[in-house]
């Protein structure tokens, strides 16, 4: 590992694989990338059925390609092989299954925190992740009466509301801590110790139990969920209910939306991120690639030659 890298790049598809190795050719050498899938490509691997055709020009828009990576008309294994055969011949520093959690300007660097508890620095960030990343969902059915109530984000809460918030990592402890500054609210984990979250959210949440503004119900799974009038009834696996006027999932997958808010990012009213000319968001230093600057998504082919613009940017600031 090294100090501090020059660029870190989260999100192992089309626009992130293209930094990365555009870095390498332009003489970049401390480039680090972060994939939550076990692979690369994870949206073209999950989303696309086998023997899917790949076309280049995505849609009819015609793309010419600007940077080093060759890409033409296959299909979704011939595309996979390419980039496998890509990463291989590069070497360049992946981290696989690692799930980046929020991105941190702290002086005239960057401190990626991830899910794993390990932190990064690196001096410049690329943000090359899928549209349709999605949040994990309980595996119990959610009544459709009561889905306005179940959410995977806190941005529907309303102050007062009695909010449950499910889940053990950082991103659950931080709802459940901001949101008991104006409302009543229980955290639910299904295992009596929080193993996964940073130093700094334990001692939030160790001073929230303490003072009675969180309470705990740990050790307890969720069994099913009812609509009670409006409200949510919550029926746990050691016999109890409970009523809430809100559920707040928060057990992993975090959608693209609510990571880009949590680093900063200036959003549109359809969320997609706010650039200028040379994909830099709103945050200095912080660049974006791929489909999630489109409301319908973007291609392949204009992926790659995002990595190549972003990164000869880069290369100049450096």
Sequence with gaps: MKEIYDIAIVGGGPGGIAS?????????????LFEKGEGHSTTIRKFYKDKKRVDKDYKGQKVELNGNIYFCDGTKESTLDLFDKIIQENGFEVQFQTEVESIEKQGDFFVVHTAKNTDFKARFIVISIGKMGQPNKPSYAIPSSVKGLVNFNANSCVDGENILVVGGGNSAVEYACVLSETNPVTLNYRRKEFTRINEANHENLESCFKNGKIQPKLGIDI???????GKVKVNFTDGTSMVYDRVIYAIGGMAPVDFLRKCGVALDADGVPLIDAKHQSSVDG????????????????AALNHGFDIVQEIKKRL
């Design 223 to 229: 069994e099913s969920l009812e609509d009670e009038g």
């Design 20 to 32: 990365a190795v555009e870095s390498l050719i332009l003489g970049i050498k401390d480039v680090i």
């Design 286 to 301: 912080v660049y974006i690639a791929g489909d999630i600057l489109y409301k319908n998504g973007g291609s392949i082919a």
